[in-house]
């Protein structure tokens, strides 16, 4: 079955306080996105991967590929208004005829996510069409009241946080993308999840960060600092 993964990475990089965006950053001495490419990449090298990049950004992409010698294969699309409209950009990539793919998106900043954590949202998409890795809530979670004057503590069990890749069957994810845009789509199962398709969970990995802010920067270098120390 074919596989696809739509890499999106349309971030300025404000809360990182840089002028490089922050997929450019390096980590361990390579920017943050070719460690996201080289995962899936890693997982299978017959894997289309499609990069979702602002216009603007594009020079800049190809200049770091030449300084850095980075010749993993992928495709290039123009980023949108919004994540919705960037992931629709890419999805524009796979061919319609390919409706039984998988599609998995990704988010470009999150170059920690586990070879098991990608090889079981492919394995249950193929299965159910429609899941996203979660790993569970470990700190307590309070609710604000409506009208902002009190907070309630909520049963962490019942809740979980999400990350990517989200990861579908190719057909059922471009037709979801068909639908106009909506505020309250935040990510890609929301958009599924308004078509009618119930989304499955698989396990993700805690060291599967989403890179946003200098702090994360800092958990990134001892994530990779762990790695190398690994016997």
């Not at 002028?19 to 997982?43: E, I, S, Y």
């Not at 699309?77 to 919004?82: F, I, K, L, S, Y």
């Not at 409706?99 to 990608?118: C, E, N, S, T, Y």
Request: proline letters at 6%.
């Amino acid at each position: 079955m074919r596989k696809y993964a739509v890499i999106v990475a349309g971030g300025k990089g404000l809360r990182m306080g840089a002028d490089v965006p922050k997929q450019f950053l390096p980590v361990g001495g390579r920017p943050v996105l070719m460690r996201t490419l080289d995962a899936f990449h890693a997982f299978d090298a017959e894997m289309c991967l499609i990069l979702v990049l602002p216009v603007s950004q594009q020079d800049y992409w190809r200049e770091l590929c030449r300084e850095y010698a980075f010749d993993v294969p992928h495709r290039v699309a123009d980023g949108g208004e919004t994540r919705f409209h960037s992931v629709a950009n890419g999805l524009a990539c796979v061919p319609d005829e390919d409706a039984d793919a998988l599609v998995a998106v990704h988010d470009g900043v999150r170059p920690f996510v586990a070879q098991k954590v990608i090889a079981a949202c492919f394995d249950c998409a193929a299965r159910v069409g429609a899941v996203v890795p979660v790993t569970d809530v470990v700190e307590t979670l309070r609710r604000l009241s409506d009208d902002d004057k009190g907070s309630r503590t909520e049963d962490r069990s019942r809740y979980r946080l999400v990350q990517t890749p989200q990861t579908f069957r190719a057909g059922l994810l471009k037709a979801a993308y068909a639908r106009p845009y909506q505020p309250s789509f935040t990510d890609d199962a929301s958009v599924v999840e308004a078509s009618g398709v119930a989304v499955a969970l698989v396990p993700g990995n805690r060291e599967n960060i989403k890179i946003t802010t200098p702090f994360d920067l800092t958990v990134a270098e001892a994530i990779l600092s762990a790695c190398d120390d690994r016997p």
